[in-house]
């Protein structure tokens, strides 16, 4: 099974891609400032395996140990999907 990274998941546009790549087969690692599983519980719920990260996308350590987080949960990361607000108000 393939896993893809969301970074920004939030309510909107990163909830639709983590579901429809959910759908497909992908474990979905949620990635967002604060590591609140209500998402990754929802997806859960319809049968697709997704859990919640906390990283802060400006802080390259943060960053760097949600990847390491994700990896030993999931084994491997075969996507990555960046989808932040700072980049569409940039």
Do not use: W
């Not at 802060?56 to 607000?85: C, H, P, W, Y």
Request: glycine content about 10%; charged content about 20%; some cysteine.
């Amino acid at each position: 099974m393939k896993t893809i990274a969301i970074i920004g998941a939030g309510p909107g546009l990163g909830f639709s891609l983590a579901k429809t790549f959910g759908k497909h087969g992908f474990r979905i690692a949620l990635v967002s400032r604060t590591q609140d599983n209500q998402y990754a519980e929802q997806f859960n719920e319809m049968g697709i395996e997704a859990k919640g990260f906390a990283a802060d996308i400006t802080n390259k350590m943060q960053l760097t140990a949600a990847f390491q987080q994700i990896r030993n949960t999931f084994g491997t990361i075969d996507q990555v999907e960046f989808r932040s607000l700072m980049e569409i108000c940039q």
